[in-house]
């Protein structure tokens, strides 16, 4: 069994900051500039990093944009999400040098938009981030996450099948507020196939 580690950065106001349970109240600031924390992991031989925008998450105006495009712009393979809500969002991150996009409750909220971004863009080019949390996913939208018993994309299968199984499922496991080790069962029936979904999954130490 072969994986990558992929470094995650959380921006608020351009800067470096954590979470707790995903609470705007429960916030860690970190003193570090953004965009030379991405530059220790490039070096470290970091191939990819994922970023998310808690501003854009909130507003869904993608606050944190330039702070993404910096980023990218230093040459690592990029991720990026955070309150992606319309095709516009979509086309403004892969502007900025996003390789690839995350999307979160949207995938749930309107599977057959979503959908049809997978058909035009292309899977390698979004990846659905899915949490779990006391026994039940949630879509990864921190301003507010909309919860979805057992099976997140249930009900919604015979839409975006075709395409979500070429996407990629990102997910995390939250045991009392702290992300632990991967939620691996939950994602067991979207990792079925491995040569049509690769899975990504936090651990958080």
Avoid at 44 to 54: F, K, P, T, Y
Avoid at 144 to 166: F, I, K, M, N
Wanted: proline content about 4%; glycine content about 10%; some cysteine.
């Amino acid at each position: 069994m072969t994986f990558n580690v992929i470094p995650a950065i959380d921006l608020r106001g351009g800067q470096v900051v954590r979470l707790k349970q995903g609470d705007y109240a429960q916030q860690t600031d970190y003193p570090f500039d953004p965009v030379e924390l991405a530059s220790r992991y490039a070096s470290a031989g970091a191939r990819w990093l994922h970023l998310v925008d808690l501003d854009g998450a909130r507003s869904g105006s993608l606050d944190n944009l330039k702070v993404i495009e910096a980023i990218a712009a230093n040459g690592m393979q990029v991720q990026a999400g955070g309150g992606v809500r319309s095709e516009a969002d979509l086309h403004r991150l892969f502007d900025a040098g996003v390789e690839r996009v995350v999307l979160g409750s949207v995938a749930i909220r309107d599977p057959e938009m979503v959908a049809g971004w997978l058909e035009s863009h292309g899977p390698e080019r979004l990846t659905l981030a899915l949490d779990q949390q006391h026994g039940a996913e949630q879509a990864e939208d921190r301003a507010g996450c909309a919860h979805y018993s057992h099976q997140p994309l249930a009900g919604h299968e015979d839409r975006v099948q075709e395409q979500v199984a070429d996407a990629t499922p990102h997910g995390r496991q939250q045991v009392e507020g702290q992300e632990t080790h991967a939620a691996k069962e939950r994602f067991q029936d979207l990792a079925e196939d491995p040569q049509r979904v690769h899975v990504q999954q936090d651990v958080q130490q």
